[in-house]
């Protein structure tokens, strides 16, 4: 069955949010970010800009239109350096793991792409920042891979609350557990 060709931008629209993208303001990023994230031809452009941006609320909003585009070959590698950068911002940080979460079903479990991503999401299990192991939680429970359980396990006693999401990382490592054992449809990660 071939895939559905999503649409391209109208130019003028497209240029406008790779403009917003870079705005200060994240008021203006947000609706950039999304609307970037629908057109599959921006992905050169965004990872141009993503070479180039320093600010942590812009490059979270570019890993964000990052992440839809699903791309394991031109994104993987990049998504775990983001990852296990420890100078990158939290919120840029998180939005890398889900970036693997969501790119799991296309890679192959075992291959060595597969077992890179993994790595560094147990390694971001014992960041800092609980937004960085909530959202490692939910992309360790994308993976649907189960010998992943006990260190999803291990993390049900991480009730630290993390600002913004849905509950804790406790609740982040109940609900990627759920979805790997199969009792739910797809991983959860609520946002604000």
């Known amino acids: 069955m071939a895939t559905q060709q999503r649409p391209r931008l109208p130019p003028e629209q497209r240029d406008a949010a790779l403009a917003d993208l870079l705005a200060s303001e994240r008021t203006r990023i947000i609706p950039a970010a999304n609307l970037l994230a629908s057109d599959p031809s921006t992905l050169p452009r965004l990872l141009e800009l993503l070479a180039l941006e320093r600010r942590a609320d812009n490059r979270q909003g570019i890993l964000f239109a990052l992440t839809w585009h699903a791309e394991p070959d031109a994104l993987w590698d990049l998504m775990i350096r983001v990852l296990s950068d420890p100078t990158e911002g939290e919120k840029v940080r998180g939005q890398a793991s889900e970036g693997l979460a969501y790119m799991f079903p ?64 406790a609740t982040s490592a109940a609900n990627a557990l759920e979805h790997l054992k199969g009792k739910s449809a797809s991983p959860h990660c609520e946002g604000p």
């Not at 597969?114 to 939910?138: H, I, M, N, T, W």
Request: with cysteine; glycine share 8%; proline share 9%.
């Open 106 to 169: 296309q890679v192959e479990v075992g291959s060595s792409r597969f077992e890179a991503g993994v790595q560094a999401l147990l390694a971001a299990l014992k960041d800092s920042s609980p937004e960085v192991r909530y959202c490692a939680l939910f992309a360790l429970g994308a993976t649907a891979h189960p010998p992943l359980v006990p260190a999803m396990e291990a993390m049900l006693v991480d009730e630290t609350p993390v600002p913004g999401w849905v509950g804790t990382v």
